[in-house]
């Protein structure tokens, strides 16, 4: 199954510390923002300050827009995001906490339930032409051009917009080849633990 979703159809929620808000990008059927299994999103950071606690799930934070953040977990992990889509892979239970380099930055969230799920997050700023890896769910985000999406099984060729959101989901034991040419995306990957 192939799923576009626009970005205006991206909910915008409030964060848990109330210091914010995000675009829900999209998440598992049934979930919510107070329980989910995996959940995809944009933030903006505006000021430093302590992240929300997300104990239970894993969490990768790409640095999308801006001019970098460090991000200092428990006190003794650091993390620097200087470039575009630099990004972390840390422990939502973590004391993280943000300083950012030079004004706000925004970024591109992944988290999935640490127990029942593995998310991989995959990045290209250099025009690349990736043959993705077989998973369950994978989503392609897009930041600058439109990326030409190609698969010879579902007969399919797509432009996807840059901002919009594309979603692969494997249907029974099928597994699907696709091809992302482009530059400036996001890949991400997501499987049950078994």
């Known amino acids: 199954m192939i799923k576009i979703t ?19 990008l999209a998440i598992n059927e049934n979930g ?13 950071v505006k000021e430093d300050g302590r992240f929300s606690d997300f104990s239970g799930y894993t969490r ?14 428990n006190e003794n992990q ?43 997050v995959e990045t290209f700023s250099e025009l690349n032409q990736i043959v993705l890896k077989h998973s369950q769910i994978c989503f392609i985000y897009g930041l600058s051009n439109s990326l030409k999406i190609e698969s010879k099984e579902l007969g399919v060729l ?6 919009d959101l594309m979603q692969i989901s494997k249907e029974g034991s099928n597994e699907i080849d696709v091809k ?5 995306f996001i890949l991400v990957y ?3 633990r078994t």
């Open 190 to 192: 997501i499987n049950k």
């Open 32 to 44: 919510s923002v107070d329980n989910f299994e995996w959940r995809l999103s944009i933030a903006t």
């Open 180 to 184: 992302v040419s482009g530059e400036n």
């Open 78 to 120: 650091t993390d620097y995001l200087e470039n575009k889509l630099d990004f972390s892979t840390f422990d939502g239970a973590n004391k993280t906490t943000a300083i950012l380099s030079s004004g706000a930055i925004t970024d591109f969230n992944l988290m999935t339930r640490t127990r029942d799920f593995e998310g991989v």
């Open 60 to 73: 990768n934070l790409v640095l999308i827009d801006g001019k970098g953040i460090v991000l200092h977990h």
């Open 6 to 24: 626009p970005q205006h159809d991206f909910k915008k929620l409030p964060w848990k510390n109330g210091k914010g808000s995000t675009l829900e």
């Open 158 to 163: 797509e432009v996807l917009p840059a901002g």
